[in-house]
C-alpha cells in the first residue's frame, strides 16, 4: 500500500504504530447485526473498517454482532455476506459475537465475584427511572448490595433457565451518580427465550450491545474498533469492562466517526424495515431503497459507492450529502463503461411512405454500424437493423410544435441517429383525436444521418425497427422520499414519502440487441439514462440514473 490518506481516524492509528502502542499491529472489525439489510451507511463503515486496514498493512474481521435472537435470521447474514464480497473486501475471518456467548458469561462471574455486577429483580422501566438524567442523581437499586454468592447463584438460574423473561437482569455495578448515564450500572444480561439463528435454544440469556462488542474486539485482538459518533457516550464503558477483567495490558481502543446519511432517503436498519415490512416497497432489494442489494439491482456500480464514501471521507461531523453526488459518482463510472444501445421507452409507429420494397414485395432491410461506446473503442459496433416501419419516442413528435422544439412535426425535416433524415408528412389518429401513427418520407441521399448537399438539421432522435424489435418494461425512479431531509418537520419520515417514485412502462420497444443484456448488466438507452436488467426478470430494465442531473438547479 502507498501512503495512507490522512484523517483523523488514520491518524490516531498512525500515532499508535509509531508509539508501538499495538506492536504495529493494526486490526479493525466491521461488525453489522444481521437484522437487516446493509445499506449506504454501511458502505461508508465498510471503506473506514477494511480501508483502514489496508492501509497500514493489517486486517479486518466481519463480524456478526449476533446478541438479539429475536429480530436476527440467517437470510440477513446471507446478504451481508454476499454485499461485503460486492464492495469487493474480503474479511481476514467471519466470526460472530455469539462464538463468545460462552466466554462472556465466564467473564461475567469474573465482575460478579469481584463484586462489579449484580443481578437486579426489579424490571427494566423501574431501573430506567432509577438511572435518572443528566443533572439529576440517580437511585440506587434495593438488589444492588446483594451479596456475592447471592448474586452468583441467581446468575447461574438465570443461565439454567430457572427464572421467566424479563424477571431480572445483570447489570454492571460502576456508579449510580455518574454524569455519564451509560455508567449507572448498565445492565448486561437479560432472560430472553427467543430462538438464536446460530445457537438455537442454547442460551435463555443473551449479553447486551456494551457488554458483548469490547469484550468481542479484545477476545479477536482488534487494536481500533471504529464505529459510528453515538457510542462516544459507550467509550468509558467500553473502556471500563476491558479494565476490569483478567484481560492483556493491550487493549482495543474505541475511535468514533461520523454516520452517513443521504439526503431524500433514510439509512436506518429499523425506517428501512418498515418500509419492506409494511410493503410500501418491494423487498430490501427494492431499487428504490439505499439498501447496497438495492443499488446493486438499480445499476450501481460497486465501485461508485465506495468512491463516493472515500470521497466523503471520514470525518468527525455528521453529514447528509445529496443523492445527486452520489448519483454523479455512478453516472461518471457507467459513463465509461455501460454500452448504448437504442430503446424507444414510449413507441409512436413511424410509416416511411417512399420506403422500397424488394422484388417480393417485403420492404427492404438496411443494416448500419452503430458505435457500442463512444467512450470505450473497443467496446466496436454492432450491425442495427432499420425498415419503413419504426418506433420513435412519443416526446419526439409534436402535432404543434411549442416555441423552441425542434424535433419531427409536420414538415420538419430531422435525423434518425445514425440512419437517415426523414420529414414528416401526415398523422393517423385514433378516436380520441390522439396521433398514432407519423407518416414520413426519407431522403435516400442521407444514408449514415449526413446529408450530401450538407444541409443542417436541428435534431437528432433515437429509434428501433418496428419488425425487430423486442417488448421490454422500463421502470422509472424517482425520489423516494420527496423531502430533502424526510420527517425534517413532522417528526415521521413516512410523512414524506413520495406516492409517485416508481413509474412502470411495460410495452417499450427496443433494440434486438438488448435481447442479449446478462441479468444485472447496466447499458444506456440513447438519450434517455443508464438502465440495468434486472437479475431475475428478463427484459424487465431499471433506470439507474439519468444521463444528466435532471434534479440540478
Ligand atoms: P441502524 O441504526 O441503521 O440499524 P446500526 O448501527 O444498528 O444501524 P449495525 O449493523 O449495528 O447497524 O452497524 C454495523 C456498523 O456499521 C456499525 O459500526 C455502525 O456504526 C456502522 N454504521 C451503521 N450505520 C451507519 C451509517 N449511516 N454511517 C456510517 N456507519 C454506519
Ligand atoms: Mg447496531
Ligand atoms: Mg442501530
Not at 448515564?181 to 446460530?198: S, V
Not at 470521497?311 to 453516472?331: K, M
Not at 473497443?378 to 404543434?400: H, K, M
Request: one cysteine or more; a negative charge.
Amino acid at each position: 500500500p502507498g501512503v495512507p490518506a490522512s484523517d483523523f481516524v488514520r491518524d490516531t492509528v498512525r500515532r499508535d504504530n509509531e508509539q508501538g502502542t499495538y506492536g504495529g499491529r493494526v486490526q479493525t472489525r466491521f461488525p453489522p447485526e444481521p437484522n437487516g439489510y446493509l445499506h449506504i451507511g454501511h458502505a461508508k463503515a465498510i471503506t473506514v473498517d477494511f480501508g483502514v486496514a489496508e492501509d497500514f498493512g493489517g486486517i479486518c474481521n466481519l463480524r456478526f454482532d449476533d446478541t438479539n435472537p429475536e429480530t436476527e435470521e440467517d437470510e440477513f447474514v446471507r446478504s451481508i455476506l454476499a454485499d461485503v464480497a460486492w464492495l469487493g473486501y474480503t474479511p481476514n475471518e467471519v466470526v460472530y459475537a455469539s462464538d463468545y456467548f460462552e466466554q462472556l458469561y465466564h467473564w461475567a462471574e469474573h465482575l460478579i465475584k469481584h463484586g462489579l455486577a449484580y443481578v437486579d429483580e426489579q424490571d427494566t422501566e423501574a431501573i430506567s427511572v432509577q438511572r435518572g438524567g443528566y443533572g439529576n442523581p440517580g437511585i440506587e437499586s434495593p438488589f444492588r448490595d446483594t451479596p456475592v454468592q447471592e448474586n452468583l447463584a441467581k446468575f447461574h438460574g438465570m443461565r439454567a433457565g430457572k427464572y421467566a423473561d424479563g424477571a431480572m437482569v445483570l447489570r454492571a455495578k460502576i456508579d449510580m451518580q455518574h454524569e455519564n448515564m451509560q455508567l449507572r450500572d448498565p445492565i448486561m444480561y437479560r432472560i430472553r427465550r427467543g430462538h438464536h439463528h446460530r445457537t438455537g435454544d442454547a442460551w435463555c440469556i443473551y449479553p447486551t450491545y456494551d457488554w458483548a462488542h469490547g469484550q468481542s474486539d479484545a477476545i479477536e485482538r482488534v487494536t481500533h474498533s471504529l464505529c459510528t459518533l453515538e457510542f462516544d457516550s459507550h467509550r468509558p464503558l467500553y473502556d471500563w469492562f476491558l479494565e476490569h477483567l483478567p484481560l492483556p495490558a493491550e487493549k482495543p481502543k474505541q475511535v468514533e466517526f461520523a454516520r452517513l446519511e443521504l439526503t431524500h432517503t433514510v439509512t436506518s436498519k429499523r425506517r428501512l424495515a418498515t418500509l419492506v415490512n409494511e410493503g410500501l416497497v418491494d423487498g430490501w432489494d427494492d431499487p428504490r431503497l439505499p439498501t447496497l442489494s438495492g443499488l446493486r439491482r438499480r445499476g450501481y456500480p460497486a465501485s461508485a459507492i465506495t468512491d463516493f464514501c472515500r470521497y466523503v471521507g471520514v470525518t468527525r461531523t455528521n453529514s447528509r450529502p445529496s443523492i445527486e453526488l452520489l448519483e454523479s459518482f455512478v453516472r461518471k463510472q457507467l459513463n465509461a463503461t455501460a454500452q448504448r444501445r437504442m430503446a424507444v421507452i414510449r413507441p409512436l409507429r413511424v410509416v416511411l411512405t417512399n420506403w422500397p420494397t424488394e422484388a417480393d414485395g417485403t420492404p427492404v432491410v438496411e443494416y448500419f454500424d452503430v458505435v457500442n461506446n463512444p467512450e470505450d473503442e473497443a467496446d466496436g459496433v454492432r450491425q442495427v437493423p432499420f425498415t419503413g416501419e419504426l418506433y420513435i419516442e412519443q416526446e419526439d413528435f409534436a402535432e404543434v410544435p411549442p416555441p423552441k422544439y425542434f424535433r419531427l412535426s409536420p414538415g420538419r425535416e430531422v435525423r434518425l441517429r445514425g440512419a437517415y433524415f426523414i420529414t414528416a408528412t401526415d398523422v393517423v389518429k385514433d378516436a380520441d383525436g390522439r396521433v398514432v401513427e407519423v407518416h414520413c418520407t426519407y431522403d435516400p441521399q442521407t444514408r449514415g444521418g449526413n446529408a450530401s448537399d450538407g444541409r443542417k438539421v436541428k435534431s437528432t432522435m433515437h429509434w428501433v425497427s418496428a419488425a425487430h424489435a423486442v417488448d421490454a418494461t422500463a421502470v422509472l425512479y424517482d425520489r423516494l422520499f420527496s423531502a430533502e431531509v424526510p420527517g425534517a418537520e413532522t417528526g415521521e419520515p413516512l410523512d414524506d414519502l413520495n406516492p409517485a417514485s416508481r413509474e412502470v412502462l411495460a410495452g417499450c420497444k427496443v433494440e434486438a440487441a438488448l435481447a442479449d443484456t446478462a441479468p444485472g448488466q447496466v447499458v444506456q438507452f440513447e438519450r434517455i439514462g443508464y438502465f440495468a436488467h434486472d437479475p431475475r426478470t428478463p427484459m424487465l430494465f431499471h433506470r439507474t440514473v439519468g444521463l444528466k442531473d435532471e434534479w440540478a438547479a
